[in-house]
Each structure stands twice: as C-alpha cells, then as structure tokens.
C-alpha cells in the first residue's frame, strides 16, 4: 500500500521518438484531471484498507475498479495529449508508476472481493468495470498507447498465437486427463502403480522446464523424432499436466469415506458402479482442481515451448527480448497472465458448476 | 550401520549433492560423454563456460534470490497472521493466490521493461515470483496452529514473541519448508529461463544450443539444470524432514 | 484467597458476566457450575487476565490482579483446560517442565519435579517421560494438563471443564485422583464444569452461575437442601438423595475385613472364622479375589471355592463415592465390594447395608424438606421469571 502511494513519484508513461529507442519519462500528471482522480482513489483505497470497517469489502471493489479503470482513462489522455501534433512514429509506452498502480489496482479489487461477502455486489461490481473498460476502449485514447500500437501492427499473428498457445496448452491438459486420471484410479487401487507413478510424476516436475525440452532431444532421437517443433512440446507440457492431476485423482478416490463405499457395496454395486456412481461424484471436486491446476501450470510451460518453435505467446515474448523491443514482450507476456487467469477463474466456475450441493466447499483444497 | 529413520533422507540429500558437486566439475567427462552421443558434432561441449562455471552462475541468482524471498517471505506470513498485521491479511493472501497463476515466463516478461536486462532485473524477478509460495505457505501453517495449544501457552505465562518462536514456528516449520521448497525448484526452473534475459546459468547453453543448432549444447545445459533441480528438491526434503519436530512425525 | 468484586465483562452488547462477587478461601475447591453460555469460563479466564474485565476487580491473597504483569501472574497460576492443549511438538516431559522454564528454573532443579509430578497424576515418568502428546490417549493427556499446571507449585489451580473430554470410566478415575491428589496438595481450586455430580462430588463450594448472573454460592449440601431458588432446585435435579450419595465417601462407612493369602485348606477356614466370604491377597496385600466360606465348608477345595477378580474393576478406593460405589455394586450384583487402595492393596469392604444406612439417613433428611422445608425455601417468583422457565 505504501508502495502504492510511492508509486506515484514513478514515471508514469514513456515518451519515445520510436519503437525501439528509449525516451523521456513523464509523471502521472500529465493527465490532468483523469490523474487527479486516479491520485484520490488511491488515498480511498489506502484509508479503506487502513480502516476495517463493516462495508470494507464493497469499498474495496469500488477503489479497486476505480483505480483500474482511472489507470486507462489516465494513460490514454496521456498517450492522446504527448502524441498531439507529433509524428506517427513517436510512441508512448506504460511506465513502471502504472505498472504498480495496475497491480494495485488488481490487489485492492482481490482482496474487495474476498472482503464481500455478497456475490450480487460483486456481480454488480464486475459488470460496471465491464461497461467501464468498454467505455474508455469506445473513446480510443487507448489506442494511442505503444502496446495498442504494437498490436494494431501484429494483431493478425497475435490472434495466431494466442490459438496456438490454446491448442498447445490444450492438447497438453488433454493429454494429462486421459493419462492421468486413470493413472490416479490405478493409484488408489494399486500399491505399486502409487508408490511409482507419484514418485515419477512429482520428480518430473522438479525438472525445469526448459531442462525437459532439452531432455526430450535423446528420447526423440531414439524414435526418429526430432527435438523441435510441436511434438516435443506436447509431450512436455502432458507430462508436467500428469502429476497435479494424477495425485488430485488418487487423493480425491482415497479420500473418499469407507463406509460411504460399504454402504454401496451393502446396495449391491459391482466395482465398477461404485467407482462411477460413488467414487468419482465424491472425488470429483478434487480432480477438477487437479486439472485446473495443471491448466495454469501447463499455459505458463506453453511460454517456454516457444523456444523449440512450438508457437504460442511465448514466441512474442522471446522475439521481444531478442529485439529489446518492451511492447512486443508485453503483447506476449500480458495475455499469458489472462490466459492463465481466465482458466484459473473458469476451472473454479466449472468445479462450483459440476460439484453435487451436498458436497461442502469445506473439503476442497 | 543402520540410520534413524528421519536421517535416511537427508544422507541421501547430502550424498546425492556430493555426487553432482562431483560431476560438475568433472569437464572431460561432459566432453567425451556428449562426444560420443553426437559423434556427427565438431564441438559437443559449450564452449563460453564449463558446467562448473554455469551452475555457479546458476546458484548465485537462486541463492541471491531465493535467500531474499526467506528474509522477506517468511517475516511477512509471520506478520500478517499477527494482530498488528491482520488488516493486511487478506490483501496479501489476494495478491499471493493471483501472484501464482502468473506463468513464470511472464512474470520474468513484465519485469524487464521496468527493471532492464541482466542479473539483478532477474534477481528481482525470481525473488518476488518465488514469494507466493512461502508466504502463502507461511501463513497456511501459523493458522493451521492449533488455538487450544495456542490458548494453553498463553494460561502458562508465555507472552506473545515466545508463543510464536517456540510454539507456533515450530509446529508449522513443516508446511513453512515445503513452500520454501516449492519456491527454490520454481526459482530453479524460472533462472534457466532467465538465460534468455542475460542472467547467465545454465540455461546458457540450452538456448544458446537451439539458436546455433548444437543439440549437445541443449542436451548438456537439460542434463545439469534437471540435475540440480532434483538435489536441490532431495536436500530440501532432507530439510523438511529434519525440521519437522518429531512430536509431529507421522 | 482469591476475592471477585462486582466482576463483570462486556462484548458489546452482550453482558458475559454481570456483577459477580465470591470468595474462594485458601485451599478450597469452588466449582463454577452453570447452564452453557453462563458465563464460567468468561469468570475463570478473567482470574489469570487471558480475558480482561470490563469493570471489578479480582484479587489473589489481597493482591489485585491487575497489578502484576499478565505473564507473570500467568505463571504462578496452573490452568488445565477441556482441549488440554499439550504442545504436539514437545515430549511429555517437557511440555510438563514449561512453567519450570518460564520462571528460569535450573534443569537440575525442575527434573525431579516433572517425574514427582508425572508420578502424582499416575504417568510412571520411565514410561511416559519421553512419549509425545500423539502418544498418549485422552485420559493419559489429560492427566499431563493437569501435571502441566501443578508442576511450579502453584498456590493456585484453574480448571475449565478439565475431565469434559474423557470417557465416563476415565472421567470417574480422573475425579477420585484428583480428591486425592487435592487432599495431598491442598490447592485453591477453581474448576468449572456443566456436570452436578461431579460438581457435588469434588466441590467445598458450588458457585451457580445462570447467564452472567452467580444464582447461588454455597456449599453442595446447601445447595441440595437450601437450593434459593427454583433455578438451583431444578438445576441440581431431583435426585437429590442419589445425589448426597455424591458426597460421601466409602472412607466413612467402610469396615475392616479379614483377608488370606490363600494356601492349605485349614489356613483358609481359620481366615473364615465364621463369616460367609473371605478374601484372598498377594503377599504385598494385593487383592486377588475371595473365597466362598460355606462352598469351602462343604468340602470344596480352596481352589475352587474362590473367585479371582481384577481389583481395577471389581474394587473401589477409600475415595471413591458412595454413589460411585453403589452404582459399581448394582452392576456387578454384589452385596459387598472390596476397598483397596491405590496400589490394590486391601484396606476394607463397603456393604450395601452400610450404604443403606446412610441413605435412611438422607431419606429422613429429604422427606421433612419435602414435607415443606424445601418448597418454603422457594423465594416468591415473579410472573417474568416463571415464564422464563418454562
Ligand atoms: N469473545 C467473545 N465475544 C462475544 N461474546 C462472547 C465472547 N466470549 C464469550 N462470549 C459470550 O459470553 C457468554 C459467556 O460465555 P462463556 O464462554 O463464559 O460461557 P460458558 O459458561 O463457559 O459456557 P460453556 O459451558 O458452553 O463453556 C456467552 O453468551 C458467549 O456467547
Ligand atoms: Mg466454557
């Protein structure tokens, strides 16, 4: 919070004569008005986080979503006014100040909404930053900042991309559920399959990421296969989708009451019937926090497979870093973290969705 | 002679490093094994720096990083789950569970516009990446204390500091180390990526390998980055496991 | 002594104890009984300030509580509650050597403390010393709470429904060691509870709490034969003479009894001497069982004619209550039973008849207060009050 107020003092937008070069940097005041109310949501949200009181969680969200959506409304005068009469080339980029309020921004609304215990002021609260950020995207200020700029130049290889880090994310997941769930059955009738499977699975996760690629190379070679492209990377990314699924499977079947299983057995329930119509709605809650955990491991895993030219966002990122060109990095790195988010968020729904009421929210991780 | 069981482990851990710290160094055995996997490459052994070299380079941004992410994780759990600190509770949970759904690559990708290339952007990448875990671990063993326990030390007389230093750390000295643990492979794993970014390590080779289309680069730099991985998560599990009271043992 | 004036505690809205004043001489046990959400474990916790009160003062031996630092007072004042709350991470002993610790004793002087202790609360040091808190059931847990709280010999004890947790079999053994270990010690005791027999079985005085309120604060007999108002009447319950059982104990009616350790036939009928059984002992004077005198007569040998018991079950101790022991005689059938002591060492027999005696007693007792003592004790209630009740 303090480093909130700090942040301020930052350079707020970068001013650069183009793409490449580095510029002069401007505080948040170049804005104007927008600044000085982003400045006073920042004080709502500090004196409402320094101050417990019984409608916290609501002003929370409310300085939460004020202070993101003043951000884009601020950069865009900013972007609009620096750029005014100056050549096409020149290009005003976010500054770190905005990066932290940015984050801020996201920090406060988290913690809003784990505050508020009402989810219909939270819907509500969702649906006005929404409208919010369709605003200020209508009103095209934004599309003077570097990053809109970059994409308007990528924008078709972005969109690429963006389904190639899908379906490589995808694929990967995919793999992991039809391997891993199994895997994790065999696991909770199996002493050996346990003791193996999870030793294995939880060893290949230690191994960095860019290390299994790597590692890949003799294997592949072995099979006629070639360390480069997109079958490496599948098999990677299945591989580290494995364990989290795999052991939320076996946890999930262990865990699962033994009278509960006597009780269905006593009903006349083969094997089968049990692992299906007991088992696996009990277990089921857990399994699905396993695949969303794999979900947001496997998008970040997705970044590195980029470098064995598998594709995906990560390709942006890594062109950016090659060219020091900070706005192509962004535009790779940014949807990453939304990417990873957003399954995060619907692997949540998605668990809230399928799991029968009679379960309570208590017993999940 | 026969070990304790709580010992097994950390014997393993500490022979395990030995055996790596050994085989690092040892540079003619890289070159003829990799020489005679890839007899068809001129120079099967990266030639800017021995494995020796790369791993020290490796170590030095974990070790840096990772020691900071203690130094500062670790207090941080520790305060927000005292009074004073309780108002903060909940954002800093917030930021920790969104903070982990950030791909490790991208967390790297947004520090550099701000901090630059090189070791310390880096550093400052791998030391906040690796907070979630210990903080959120941190704070999930203070809380996981019993209250009971907690009350029943308070009737003795112990006041507050001594309650957390010898009741509460110790009971959650468990969960604090397996987060710790879950930090330092993550940092491991996130500082090969960090070759990319000028962090040096080992990494190196393994993108330096695919840019020049020298697999035995890449496969050298995999072997000792999965290597260190897997001693470095043995050594901590030693850890772990030595760290865990034995009023607690399962 | 411990002295509460005017004690009580607010949570905003809601009084936890209003106004509460009594006095605990050195000593004594006060069991702090009442309906749950009363307001006891408020009114302990204010005693060593885990809960400071809002207004009233609390002093011990004429010292307010206020003015000595809470830790410290902490310290010198043993406190066991329901959860126990061993530290999970320590050993037996040492969780029974924090205070020790805490007050800056020498090991070589708190050690031999912690094993005399773990000795006192039937926890043989050599066994359970070095045993970790996951080791030990609730019962045996327990008893460590309790070592735990007396082990820097504090003047005085605080217990919060300290035997809540444990079985009825474990709970009674609990109950006749702590009687005997309080006569031993004589702590000042308060111990807080929801059970009217065991309040009447270890208290010298019951204070009756009622949300916040202290309805009644006297010895067991008088709240049994005085009770001062329809809520103690109905609270103590209406077994009132099973209840005054609950204060007797098997030391007051026990007679002494011939025993034997068993052998040729001659030796055991000279041991009968004319009465029906006569029971058998170890060298040590362990009971082992009887032998049924007239079986012997009609030529059986000893070895048949007897009974071998185990005196855990089929015995009861010189403390142990008369309700206690009439209830462990209807279960076993038995007309007599034996009494040994701690070790099992015989030390007498209590008989029906005895108990019976004692029991005309209170009945007498019991019939002239129903004839009008009782219900004449009942003050006038207002129409509120009634309403309240039923
Ligand atoms: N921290 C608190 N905040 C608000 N109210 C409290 C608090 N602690 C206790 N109370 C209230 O004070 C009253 C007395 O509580 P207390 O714990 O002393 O009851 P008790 O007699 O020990 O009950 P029990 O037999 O169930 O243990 C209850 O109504 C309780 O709800
Ligand atoms: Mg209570």
Partial sequence: MVALAGCLLLPFVEFRPNRIVSGTFETVFVAGVASWALVALIALALVVALAPGRVRGSLLLVAGAGMGLALLWALGVAAVHLQEGAPAIVRVSVGPGAWLVGLGALIVWFAGTRATASVLVRRIAGVAVLLGVAAIAMWGGLGELSLAREYAVQSRRFWTLVRQHLVLAGTGVGFGVLIGIPLGVAASRNRVVRDAGLGIASVIQTIPSMAMLGLLIAPLAALGLTAIGTTPAVIALTLYALLPIMRNTFVGLAGVDAAVIDAGRGMGMGRLQLLLRVEAPLALPLVIEGVRAAAVLVIGIAAVTAFIGAGGLGILVFQGWGQQADDLTLLGAIPMVVLAVLADVSMRGLRRLVVSPGIEEGTLT | MILPPRMRPVV??????????????????????????????????????????????????????????????????????????ADFR????????????????????????????????????????????????????????????????????MDRARILFTVEMPLAARIIMAGVRTS?????????????????????????????QNMAYVLQGATAAALLAVVADGLLAGAERLLTPRGLEA | MITLRDVTKRYGEVTAVDGVSFEVPSGEVCVLIGPSGCGKTTTLRMINRLIEPTSGSIEIDGQDVMSVRPEELRRHIGYVIQSVGLFPHLTVAENVATVPKLLGWERRRYEPKVRELLGIVGLPPAEYADKYPRQLSGGQAQRVGVARALVADPPLLLMDEPFGAVDPLTRERLQAEFVRIQRELKKTVIFVTHDVDEAIKLADRIALMRSGNLEQYDTPETLLDHPASKFVHDFMGSDRALKRLGRARVANVMRTVESTTGGARSVVAEACGGSRFVYLTDERGVLEGWVDCKVLDAGTPPEEAGTTVDWHEAAVHPETTLKDALSRMLGFGFRNVAVVDADGRLVGEVSLAAIEGTMADADTHIANLEEGEVLGAIPEESPAERDELT
């Fill in chain 2, 90 to 157: 909940e954002i800093v949970s917030a930021a920790v569970d969104f903070g982990q759904t950030f791909p490790p690559v991208a967390v790297l990708a947004l520090m550099m516009p701000i901090l630059g290339f090189g070791l310390w952007p880096a550093v400052v990448a791998l030391f906040l990446y690796g907070m979630f875990p210990v903080v959120s671990n941190t704070v999930a063993g203070l809380e996981a204390v019993p209250r009971t326990v907690i009350d029943a030390a308070r009737g003795m007389g």
């Fill in chain 2, 12 to 85: 393993a851990a500490f022979a395990g490093t030995m055996l790596f710290a050994w085989i690092v160094g040892q540079q003619e055995l890289w070159a003829s094994v990799l020489g005679s996997l890839f007899p068809e490459s001129a120079r099967p052994v990266y030639p800017a720096a021995t494995v020796a070299e790369l791993t020290m380079q490796h170590l030095r941004l974990v070790g840096i990083s990772s020691g900071l992410t203690l130094l500062v994780g670790i207090p941080l759990g520790m305060w927000v789950t005292r009074p004073s600190g």
């Fill in chain 2, 184 to 212: 330092v492979v993550i940092n491991i794993g996130t500082a090969t990526v960090a070759a990319a970014v000028g962090a040096g390590g080992l990494g190196d080779p393994i993108i330096g390998g695919i840019s020049v």
